[in-house]
């Protein structure tokens, strides 16, 4: 059953590099399970149908529309002032902003992509401006938009809460402090880049400034605040968090600002859509192939391997294999956790591992997997935004790299980190 469960996993992982779309890639790997194996025809419809009744799913579209609506509103430009009028001052300070305007901007759109779109198209050309090199500037936009995966709403965190049945609150709570920590790593490597380069602040700072420009930025930044408040509080579910949302953000472009016109709307809620019934359609097909992978003993065999090969009390060097493995995964398939939590979930079970703080671990390795070749996904969008060569944008990418690798291992070490915020909810 193994050699057939190897059979598998390499159509996908072949299909995938050949460039063939993710959904075609593991909809084919599943049917060559089910010829190989001689399986009954019908599981592929209904594994496929029950990965997408959790109801924890509703919130994905909603959240998506919301985030949609809001980078549709023009917010960009109130939070980039804002950040500057906060970062400016400091050495190689639009880089510093660059980071600041992700942490904002992806706490209201809920996927790095999007905020890579969103943020990216005003940011990499100001720092080329402003002569900061194209490739770096690329680089950072790229890895500082892994931000908005981590702060909620957060879009993998819905995902993974739909496969694992942790409690989405939790998982916004755990990883709002790894996301503001992973700002600081990223501004850290942008201070000791500018100071080896001579990079200039962009401007003084002044009080007058940050409180006119914050004004203007309070009101976005509301969202993810009502949002992870209200879920903490009880005050609504987050089925109805989402739904808050996406009226919030209504409110704001149409009633407040006026800068979203229907024509705008029609269009933002056709992308939601479609983006939806991608994710959607991945996920279906993703916990078929979870289904069909259980079927061959995959993850008893991975549980045992890890139990035989490291049998001490301590489960820190199973959760590094573990993540390894996912990151390998990550820098071939795209979206990654409805994909390997089937896989995992077994072994995190059997290792009493907190799945509060793998949901982190497992985001910020979604992350990794994102500026990691081959793929390397956000590396490529930022390199398409900033009309730069890919390869020069991965080299220049590697600081950044580093320091993502190193706090994950610091998240691994420390669970406190996304432990100690949920731990108030119980």
């Known amino acids: 059953m193994?050699?057939?469960?190897?059979?598998?996993?390499?159509?996908?992982?072949?299909?995938?590099?050949?460039?063939?779309?993710?959904?075609?890639?593991?909809?084919?790997?599943?049917?060559?399970?089910?010829?190989l194996s001689g399986g009954w025809d019908l599981a592929i419809p209904q594994q496929t149908l029950s990965g997408i009744t959790d109801y924890i799913l509703v919130t994905l579209p909603l959240f998506i529309?919301?985030?949609?609506?809001?980078?549709?509103?023009?917010?960009?430009?109130?939070?980039?002032?804002?950040?500057?009028?906060?970062?400016?001052?400091?050495?190689?300070?639009?880089?510093?902003?660059?980071?600041?305007?992700?942490?904002?901007?992806?706490?209201?759109?809920?996927?790095?992509?999007?905020?890579?779109?969103?943020?990216?198209?005003?940011?990499?050309?100001?720092?080329?401006?402003?002569?900061?090199?194209?490739?770096?500037?690329?680089?950072?936009?790229?890895?500082?938009?892994?931000?908005?995966?981590?702060?909620?709403?957060?879009?993998?965190?819905?995902?993974?809460?739909a496969v694992t049945g942790t409690s989405l609150g939790a998982l916004f709570l755990a990883g709002l402090i790894p996301?503001?920590?992973?700002?600081?790593?990223?501004?850290?490597?942008?201070?000791?880049?500018?100071?080896?380069?001579?990079?200039?602040?962009?401007q003084g700072f002044a009080w007058s400034e940050l409180i006119r420009t914050g004004r203007q930025a309070i009101?976005?930044?509301?969202?993810?605040?009502?949002?992870?408040?209200?879920?903490?509080?009880?005050?609504?579910?987050?089925?109805?968090?989402?739904?808050?949302?996406v009226a919030y953000a209504l409110f704001l472009a149409m009633a407040i600002y006026r800068t979203l016109s229907l024509a705008d709307l029609r269009r933002v809620?056709?992308?939601?859509?479609?983006?939806?019934?991608?994710?959607?359609?991945?996920?279906?097909?993703?916990?078929?192939?979870?289904?069909?992978?259980?079927?061959?003993?995959?993850?008893?065999?991975?549980?045992?391997?890890?139990?035989?090969?490291?049998?001490?009390?301590?489960?820190?060097?199973?959760?590094?294999l573990l993540l390894l493995l996912a990151l390998i995964a990550g820098m071939i398939l795209d979206p990654l956790i409805p994909m390997i939590m089937p896989v995992l979930l077994p072994s995190l079970l059997m290792l009493d591992v907190d799945l509060v703080h793998f949901g982190v671990l497992i985001v910020v390795t979604v992350v990794i997997g994102q500026i990691t070749p081959p793929v390397a996904l956000a590396l490529l969008v930022a390199a398409r935004i900033g009309q730069e060569e890919v390869v020069s944008v991965i080299r220049a990418n590697t600081p950044f790299l580093i320091g993502l690798v190193i706090f994950l291992f610091v998240l691994i070490l420390f669970p406190s980190l996304s432990t100690w915020l949920p731990s108030f909810m119980k």
């Open 179 to 202: 996301g503001l920590l992973l700002a600081a790593v990223l501004m850290l490597v942008v201070s000791i880049l500018a100071r080896r380069h001579g990079w200039k602040p962009m």
């Open 269 to 320: 809620t056709v992308e939601a859509v479609v983006l939806t019934g991608e994710v959607l359609i991945v996920v279906g097909f993703s916990v078929a192939l979870g289904w069909a992978l259980s079927q061959a003993r995959v993850p008893v065999a991975l549980s045992d391997g890890l139990q035989y090969l490291f049998p001490f009390d301590s489960n820190v060097v199973q959760i590094c």
């Open 65 to 161: 529309l919301a985030g949609g609506i809001m980078n549709a509103s023009g917010i960009a430009d109130r939070l980039f002032a804002f950040a500057s009028a906060m970062f400016g001052w400091l050495r190689g300070g639009l880089a510093h902003v660059n980071v600041a305007v992700s942490l904002m901007f992806g706490g209201m759109i809920g996927t790095s992509v999007a905020d890579l779109a969103g943020s990216g198209s005003i940011v990499i050309p100001k720092m080329k401006q402003n002569g900061y090199p194209g490739p770096f500037s690329a680089a950072l936009t790229a890895t500082s938009s892994g931000i908005g995966i981590l702060v909620p709403p957060s879009s993998p965190m819905i995902l993974y809460s």
């Open 219 to 245: 009101l976005p930044m509301g969202l993810p605040t009502l949002v992870l408040g209200g879920l903490v509080f009880g005050l609504f579910t987050p089925s109805e968090a989402g739904a808050f949302a």
């Open 2 to 35: 193994l050699l057939l469960a190897l059979a598998t996993i390499l159509t996908l992982c072949t299909l995938a590099v050949l460039g063939m779309p993710i959904i075609i890639s593991l909809a084919t790997s599943v049917v060559v399970f089910l010829l």
